[in-house]
């Protein structure tokens, strides 16, 4: 039986859902605040089903952000920093589709490198010990991450077609 995804803040519905997906749209230090304020970080930290950071999702899953210049979650030992671009090409934010390379993780069951997946970012996770998937965009940087049962995708699989909803199934399969 297929449920219906719940929109919740409550830290008992996060606590019994059998999945949690971690979206994220804004700021990084006001993003904490709500958290904080919520006493959501000690909920998300908490978690032992499978949960789903979705671009600042996957930043406040980090240790600190450069944006706000704020700590944030730390459950990957990564600091999240500003894209710095030196070619007039680059430009900040990162929008648009763009590549995964080296996928390797339950959620990318089927993938073999080379998909295109949607971002719209402006601040980057560097390559580190739980990085899954990479792209390249001003320089090589984690465009997924994996520890224990919390995963991680800086683009948007909801905005992603096709690749981005076998990464979702991948990610209801697990």
Same mark, same amino acid.
């Given at each position: 039986?297929?449920?219906?995804?719940?929109?919740?803040?409550?830290?008992?519905?996060? +606590?019994? $859902? %059998? =999945? *949690?997906?971690?979206? &994220?749209?804004?700021?990084?230090?006001?993003?904490?605040?709500? #958290?904080?304020?919520?006493?959501?970080?000690?909920?998300?930290?908490?978690?032992?089903?499978?949960?789903?950071?979705?671009?600042?999702?996957?930043?406040?899953?980090?240790?600190?952000?450069?944006?706000?210049?704020?700590?944030?979650?730390?459950?990957?030992?990564?600091?999240?920093?500003?894209?710095?671009?030196? +070619?007039? $090409? %680059? =430009? *900040?934010?990162?929008? &648009?589709?763009?590549?995964?390379?080296?996928?390797?993780?339950? #959620?990318?069951?089927?993938?073999?490198?080379?998909?295109?997946?949607?971002?719209?970012?402006?601040?980057?996770?560097?390559?580190?010990?739980?990085?899954?998937?990479?792209?390249?965009?001003?320089?090589?940087?984690?465009?997924?991450?994996?520890?224990?049962?919390?995963?991680?995708?800086?683009?948007?699989?909801?905005?992603?077609?096709?690749?981005?909803?076998?990464?979702?199934?991948?990610?209801?399969?697990?």
């Amino acid at each position: 039986m297929q449920e219906t995804p719940v929109l919740t803040d409550s830290p008992d519905m996060l +606590r019994s $859902a %059998d =999945k *949690v997906v971690f979206p &994220g749209q804004g700021e990084a230090s006001n993003a904490m605040q709500y #958290l904080r304020s919520h006493g959501l970080d000690k909920v998300l930290l908490s978690l032992v089903q499978p949960v789903l950071g979705i671009c600042i999702g996957q930043q406040l899953m980090c240790r600190h952000s450069q944006e706000g210049d704020v700590d944030c979650l730390g459950i990957f030992d990564a600091e999240v920093l500003r894209f710095r671009p030196e +070619r007039h $090409a %680059d =430009k *900040v934010p990162h929008m &648009g589709w763009n590549q995964l390379a080296s996928p390797s993780s339950p #959620l990318f069951e089927g993938f073999n490198g080379g998909e295109f997946v949607y971002f719209v970012h402006s601040y980057y996770v560097p390559l580190c010990q739980h990085t899954i998937a990479t792209t390249d965009y001003v320089l090589p940087f984690s465009s997924a991450l994996h520890k224990d049962n919390f995963y991680a995708t800086q683009f948007h699989p909801e905005k992603s077609g096709s690749v981005g909803e076998r990464i979702i199934q991948n990610f209801l399969s697990l």
